[in-house]
């Protein structure tokens, strides 16, 4: 089986963005570490509209110090065989600098801007990142998970060579003014083509969604969740030192008291999920297994649970790869087989 352990690469959105040492550099630097013993590779989708902000202010010696750490950082991914993708929050696009970051959060779901504007963002976004990793950039990740609706995105994609999605996951829902998104109609598949709507099954369609892999939760784990960071605080601490967008109250308020879905995770506590989901999840015909993660969100507890399902599912014949190792670019039906060709224990764990 393919297993594509991804992560968000970005600062925080609440009222403090951290710092990259924290947010960014120093977890990651933690997970190529832990990588390359176990001769992994992950995707990391990068929040390219931070570093163009970040490169837009250069004349600002710090910010031009941390543009050059993060290239640099990006360029030792590739070296070491990870991959690179479009990942975008808006809310940089007018974000401005006085010391610290304030930014356009009422911007923060790329539907605000208009398909013209979306087009020129993709188009630049996309060159951008091509320049720091000199290989091809073909896989999108939607900041907050706001890909719908899709009509806005489509064009763009379809002009810069952006053909894979990696956004949606099975029931997911959110109703909040920033994460806008109902995947509760999505197919309970790995891997599909569609056109027009990524929920909609095209057996033609131009684009491929590579879903994140979700797991039925209760309102149980959402009470684990705070009780044993009380309990354990130093164990379950993020690596991040900035603060974080809040839940909705009706939203956190569902997840407490009603079962739901979540993606599979290698963040924080979540974390725990994660070998009692691919268990549950190799004994389908399912072929690509896909976590979600952000440095930010790296604490002692959930590198440790990472590396031990790195290691238990490797014994077992299963491989941590990439998308651009699968996929990679242009589009091929080639790839597209592959990807969807479970390992011979992939259903024998």
């Known amino acids: 089986m393919n297993i594509y352990v991804t992560y968000d690469y970005e600062l925080c959105f609440g009222g403090q963005t951290g710092t990259i040492e924290k947010c960014m550099l120093e977890p990651t630097y933690k997970l190529m570490q832990l990588a390359k013993l ?41 070296e070491q065989g990870h991959d690179v993708q479009l990942h975008l929050h808006t809310h940089w696009i007018n974000a401005r600098y006085d010391g610290e970051w304030n930014l356009d959060l009422p911007n923060y779901r790329i539907h605000k801007f208009t398909t013209e504007e979306i087009n020129k963002i993709v ?69 599909w083509k569609f056109d027009d709507d990524p929920l909609k099954i ?83 015909s399912k072929a690509n297994f896909v976590v979600i993660g952000h440095p930010k969100l790296m604490s002692a507890y959930s590198l440790d649970k990472l590396e031990s399902f790195i290691f238990n599912t490797t014994k077992q014949g299963h491989r941590f790869t990439s998308i651009h190792e699968v996929f990679g670019a242009p589009k091929t039906e080639e790839a597209l087989t592959q990807a969807n060709s479970p390992t011979e224990l992939s259903n024998n764990p």
């Open 38 to 78: 176990h001769q992994a590779h992950f995707t990391f989708f990068v929040d390219v509209l931070y570093l163009m902000k970040l490169k837009e202010y250069s004349f600002i010696d710090t910010l031009a110090e941390e543009f050059q750490a993060i290239k640099k950082q990006l360029e030792a991914l590739i």
């Open 202 to 284: 095209e057996a033609d369609g131009a684009f491929t969604e590579l879903p994140i892999t979700s797991c039925a939760v209760s309102p149980l784990f959402y009470w684990k969740t705070v009780f044993f960071k009380k309990l354990f605080p130093k164990k379950h601490a993020v690596i991040g030192d900035g603060t974080f967008l809040r839940s909705n109250k009706a939203q956190m308020v569902r997840l407490l008291l009603t079962p739901s879905h979540a993606v599979v995770s290698c963040d924080g506590y979540r974390s725990s999920l994660l070998e009692p989901t691919f268990k549950a999840f190799s004994n389908t």
């Open 123 to 191: 188009g630049t976004s996309v060159k951008f990142l091509e320049d720091i990793t000199k290989q091809k950039v073909f896989a999108f990740r939607a900041g907050g998970w706001c890909l719908q609706p899709f009509d806005k995105l489509k064009e763009a994609f379809a002009n810069h060579g952006v053909w894979l999605d990696s956004t949606v996951f099975y029931k997911g829902y959110n109703h909040t003014p920033t994460n806008l998104y109902d995947f509760r109609k999505s197919p309970d598949l790995d891997l």
